[in-house]
């Protein structure tokens, strides 16, 4: 996982300065409030763009590269900003056994990210999970919250024309109500 | 002004209580491995492993960078336990180091080739499978190159930089295996945020910072 790669508009940088912002001003300047105020800007923003993290630097007086640490160092923490959808894949022991790498290796082909990005067009997000408690049906993703079972990588690409043939229908609905 | 009297390898020393095992030691011409040890840091990182002693009494080996010396210490740093968590904790570093002495700026003047001849050691580990990040070098300073494919991790350049530099250009980021001396969001160092002091390449005990061609301070004045 690397910084985020998202680019984000002059519009949203200046949003994010501003509610970042709102946020600090309910701390004091102090090193100990950092998780705390960095769970709370992702909880505004849905992650913790660049801009939020420098302004937070500035706020407790630390090195940037502190915060950088922090958020790369909690799974908790997430660089790009959340996709519509968000794809799990699951690499526990049993999902280790039955090939979940594998079926990382499928989404990550995919979708073109590597896990904990986000696609350009912010469709999906790609994470790695450590056992979702469903091992009988390993290897498991977890697709928006539902567990998949056997998500071979055929299973990957029927996955992914649901959700295609899902985004077509709606554009339909819109043109004809249009 | 008091002083504590001790015994490190037969040798008797007087030392300022309070200090340091490992400083006593080292002041005292007693080579103790260590990589992360930093003499003004208030809290020893204690992150290296590399310097345990036996002291006698203890039940097992100790860190050396922790450890206060006391009156009537005797100490034991070529203990068969201690210099077998030496050993173990120097092969595990070099199982994740891009091995190349021969084309390495650091070669003769590197902390890890001292540690392997002290240690009768070999530099690469035959017992554990090598395990590397080939990640990019970063050349993107006027001054030095970092290669983090050679980086310990002792934080010693961490250290330095937050000394000169009130808002530290380098720091630790990612956890595990992954984990990085690195800066904000990974970007290159390059030369905008950075005093061009170079400390940081003096304290690197490895080959990971060093002076690009015909930019040794020393080498430039003379």
């Given amino acids: 996982m690397t910084a985020s790669k998202q680019e984000t508009t002059t519009e949203e940088r200046e949003q994010i300065k ?30 913790l763009p660049r801009e939020a993290m420098t302004a937070i630097a500035e706020y407790l007086d630390i090195p940037a590269i502190d915060v950088y640490g922090v958020v790369t160092f909690y799974n908790q923490f997430r660089l790009n900003p959340p996709g519509r959808h968000s ?10 056994m039955k090939g ?30 450590a056992c979702v408690g469903c091992c009988t049906m390993a290897p498991v993703t977890v697709v928006d919250d539902k567990p998949e079972g056997v998500v071979e990588p055929t299973r990957v690409d029927g996955i992914l024309l649901a959700f295609g043939y899902e985004r077509e229908t709606k554009d339909k609905e819109k043109s004809e109500s249009d | 002004m008091k002083t504590v009297s001790l015994t490190i390898d037969g040798k008797k020393i007087t030392a300022r209580p309070g200090e340091k095992l490992l400083r ?5 011409s007693i080579y103790i491995p260590n990589l992360c040890a930093i003499r003004d840091k208030p809290e020893p990182s204690a992150s290296c492993r590399l310097c345990f ?13 922790t450890i206060d010396v006391t009156e009537g210490m005797v100490v034991n740093t070529r203990g068969e336990k201690a210099l077998a968590l030496v050993r173990a904790g120097f092969e595990l570093l070099m199982a994740s180091h891009a091995l190349d002495c021969a084309h390495c700026p650091a070669n003769g003047n590197c902390e890890l080739q001292k ?29 030095f190159t970092y290669d983090p494919n050679k980086c310990v991790l002792c934080g ?18 990612h956890r595990g295996f992954e984990r990085v001396m690195t800066t904000f ?32 301070p020393s080498t430039e004045d003379g």
């Fill in chain 1, 18 to 47: 501003q509610e970042t912002g709102q946020i600090l001003n309910g701390f004091s300047r102090k090193r100990p409030g950092l998780i705390p105020i960095l769970q709370k800007v992702q909880g505004k923003l849905g992650y």
């Fill in chain 1, 87 to 96: 794809i799990k894949v699951c690499l526990g022991t049993v999902c280790h």
């Fill in chain 1, 100 to 129: 979940g790498y594998i079926t990382l290796d499928a989404w990550k082909r995919r979708l073109g990210i590597s896990p904990r990005e986000t696609t350009d067009d912010r469709e999906f997000d790609l994470d790695t999970v």
């Fill in chain 2, 24 to 28: 006593v030691a080292l002041e005292n």
């Fill in chain 2, 53 to 65: 002693v036996e002291i006698e009494g203890g039940e097992e080996p100790v860190t050396a960078c």
């Fill in chain 2, 115 to 143: 540690i392997a001849r002290h240690l009768k050691a070999s530099l690469k580990t035959k017992r554990l499978r090598l395990l590397l990040r080939e990640l990019p070098i970063d050349d993107s300073n006027p001054l």
């Fill in chain 2, 156 to 173: 010693r350049c961490v250290w330095v930089c937050r000394q000169n530099i009130k808002s530290g250009v380098f720091g630790f980021a």
């Fill in chain 2, 185 to 216: 969001a990974d970007e290159p160092i390059g030369a905008d945020r950075c005093l061009d002091c170079s400390q940081c390449v003096e304290v690197c005990p490895t080959g990971a910072l060093s002076f690009k061609e015909g930019k040794r």
